[in-house]
T-cell receptor
């Protein structure tokens, strides 16, 4: 158990809809990262939050947004969903900014299926 | 931006054979990390390499960091069925681009 909690585990929705994925980092970790993993694909970095502020941005679509709340949990909002958004979405956390040798602890992921 | 590549994409071996995956970064790295993702699971941290030319071993796994700190390799000796999974390298640099993952190498081990 990594200590990172993601909900829900599975999500099935239709095109055009909006969903929210939730992540609770390990106790004490200040950074939260979101990654997208499509079938047989690698881990595509979406966005990182550190202590409530956006720290780094990857290939995140404009239809996607995220935030980190004062209690450090994070939510990833996906809107106007398309079939191609179907993927496994991972959240990871690290103690601080992610530099200096920190490692990532991954949650079990949310499997999103857009029909 | 920084890019991290891995080869091969897939590798099928017979149990007992050796396996190697290679990781190359387009930029010099501060350090490199390796993660393993079992089928149906999530990535799990294996090791971190920091120094130029560093070699670390974990039982049957040997990790190397290149002299120029732009490439790395993971070698598994005498593979076992428990080694099945996808191995990712992740490059960490000092320019605001942390944890850029390579596409991974998926290892299958035939009993």
């Amino acid at each position: 158990d990594s200590g990172v909690t993601q909900t829900p585990k599975h999500l099935i929705t239709a095109t055009g809809q909006r969903v929210t994925l939730r992540c609770s980092p390990r106790s004490g970790d200040l950074s939260v990262y979101w990654y997208q993993q499509s079938l047989d694909q690698g881990l595509q970095f979406l966005i990182q939050y550190y202590n409530g502020e956006e720290r780094a941005k990857g290939n995140i679509l404009e239809r996607f947004s995220a935030q980190q709340f004062p209690d450090l949990h994070s939510e990833l909002n996906l809107s106007s969903l398309e079939l191609g958004d179907s993927a496994l979405y991972f959240c990871a956390s690290s103690p601080s900014l992610g530099t200096g040798g920190e490692k990532l602890f991954f949650g079990s992921g949310t499997q999103l299926s857009v029909l | 931006g920084q890019q991290v590549m891995q080869i091969p994409q897939y590798q099928h071996v017979q149990e007992g054979e050796d396996f190697t995956t290679y990781c190359n970064s387009s930029t010099t790295l501060s350090n490199i990390q390796w993660y393993k993702q079992r089928p149906g699971g999530h990535p799990v941290f294996l090791i971190q390499l920091v120094k130029s030319g560093e070699v670390k071993k974990q039982k049957r796994l040997t990790f190397q960091f290149g002299e120029a700190k732009k490439n790395s390799s993971l070698h598994i000796t005498a593979t076992q069925t428990t080694d099945v999974g996808t191995y990712f390298c992740a490059g960490v640099n000092n320019y605001g681009q942390n944890f850029v993952f390579g596409p991974g190498t998926r290892l299958s081990v035939l009993p």
